[in-house]
């Protein structure tokens, strides 16, 4: 004689709740390993943010001209503070050269990096705006790209000798303008950190007079 026998209402009941519990658990490890991942490519992306802002920087300044007779032209440094943060507004005017196989030329533009706080949050977002026209009334015209987010600090500073940085230079003076600039970039690496990282940029710029 054959019979069969099926499972119980019990033993279904152990079978759902051990695959429940197991569903759970791997759906925890999962979530925990997602946003881990998520914060690594933030943290990524960050470090390679503050990269390029070092690298637009750098350029920038190795192509810092004036032109002799241009008195529109400006180097200044504004210092300010934000809820006791410091954060500089730097205006330079820089160059791009072209050639062609006949003439080589080169066009000015004014170059502004400047902080400014988020409208939906208590962040700062570093910005580098470009202009071809020079206005000393307001040298932040021309479109502002956000280059860094999550920036602490943002200082300039300048030295004769590069050893020994000064924040005392009158920088609207032409003649006055440093031989060494070095730019101090404290940021967060992702918005939930609170640990601060810190970029240093010195550069020496070479000045063009056109």
Do not use: C
């Amino acid at each position: 004689m054959n019979s069969r026998r099926g499972f119980t209402l019990i033993e279904l009941l152990i079978v759902i709740g051990l695959a429940g519990f197991i569903f759970t658990t791997l759906m925890g490890v999962y979530l925990q390993v997602k946003k881990l991942s998520y914060d690594q490519v933030r943290v990524a992306n960050q470090s390679a943010a503050v990269i390029d802002l070092g690298t637009a920087l750098t350029y920038d300044l190795s192509n810092l001209i004036f032109e002799k007779y241009n008195v529109r032209q400006l180097f200044t440094v504004e210092k300010e503070l934000h809820g006791g943060k410091r954060f500089d507004a730097f205006v330079f005017p820089s160059a791009a050269l072209n050639s062609n196989p006949s003439v080589l030329q080169a066009r000015s533009f004014m170059v502004s990096y400047f902080v400014e706080r988020d409208l939906q949050g208590p962040d700062y977002t570093l910005y580098r705006a470009e202009d071809m026209y020079i206005d000393p009334r307001n040298p932040f015209r021309g479109v502002a790209v956000p280059m860094l987010k999550y920036v602490d600090e943002f200082r300039v500073e300048g030295s004769n000798n590069g050893v020994d940085y000064e924040e005392t230079w009158d920088f609207k003076t032409r003649r006055q303008m440093p031989r060494y600039v070095r730019a101090v970039i404290r940021y967060r690496p992702s918005e939930v950190s609170n640990e601060v990282q810190e970029y240093i940029v010195d550069v020496r710029p070479p000045i063009l007079w056109n």
